[in-house]
């Protein structure tokens, strides 16, 4: 069946990195735009990035611009958030979604079930 | 920067009664192409997000058909025909045409 497996969240220190990974099955992936959207606790959702299916194109929210970078694997059907100079604001679920369309504006369709990352001396 | 807001933020709904939310954009959604870009979504509680309505007005799949999008431009609404037991959770609207804005969320609960 269509699923997409986050993985990669943990405790870590203000300042340091993490990668987040997000395994895809079930569908092609090289067809489809990605996104990762992110919940801090008892909050709402935040959109956090979107790379196209062929990654030519890639879109960061205003909050982890210049820190974050999201990158797709096709070979492993899989694609990833890299996460630099963390913050304790950036303490939250993070989810991988399968976007409806190339472009990455169609709805996200396909949600994973999230991985959390905390970020705490 | 575009702003998204809701109302109500929060909808205790009677089983079997109807409801709606409405969605405000500070920007217009309406792309030169005449599609309206703006999403629905729905997380249960301990859930993940699910995508209901795409494009303003189209039901993704399995989506039953008791819930409804319309509207143009900047003002939008979700209507649930019969309210459900399984409807409970927070609504979100959210713009993909400038910055992938999300609304505050709507949580709907059962009187």
């Known amino acids: 069946q269509v699923q997409l497996v986050e993985s990669g969240g943990g405790v870590v220190q203000p300042g340091r990195s993490l990668r987040l990974s997000c395994a895809a099955s079930?569908?092609?992936?090289?067809?489809?735009?990605m996104h990762w959207v992110r919940q801090a606790p008892g909050k709402g959702l935040e959109w956090v990035a979107v790379?196209?299916?062929?990654?030519?194109?890639?879109g960061y929210a205003d909050s982890v611009k210049g820190r974050f970078t999201i990158s797709r694997d096709t070979s492993r059907n899989t694609v990833y958030l890299q996460m630099n100079s963390l913050r304790a604001e950036d303490t939250a679920v993070y989810y991988c979604a399968k976007d409806r369309a190339v472009t990455g504006r169609l709805g996200m369709d396909v949600w994973g079930q999230g991985t959390t990352v905390t970020v705490s001396s | 920067d575009i702003v998204m807001t809701q109302s109500p933020l929060s909808l205790p709904v009677a089983p079997g009664e109807p409801a709606s939310i409405s969605c405000r954009s500070s920007?217009?959604?309406?792309?030169?192409?005449?599609?309206?870009?703006l999403h629905w979504y729905l997380q249960r509680p301990g859930q993940s997000p699910q995508l209901l309505i795409y494009l303003a007005s189209n039901r993704a799949s399995g989506v039953p058909d008791r819930f409804s999008g319309s509207g143009s431009g900047t003002d939008f609404t979700l209507k649930i025909s019969r309210v459900e037991a399984e409807d409970v959770g927070v609504y979100y609207c959210m713009e993909p045409l400038h910055s992938y804005t999300f609304g505050p969320g709507t949580k709907l609960e059962i009187k």
């Open positions: 079930g569908f092609t992936f090289s067809r489809d735009a």
């Open positions: 920007q217009s959604l309406l792309h030169s192409n005449g599609d309206n870009y």
């Open positions: 790379i196209s299916y062929d990654e030519s194109n890639k």
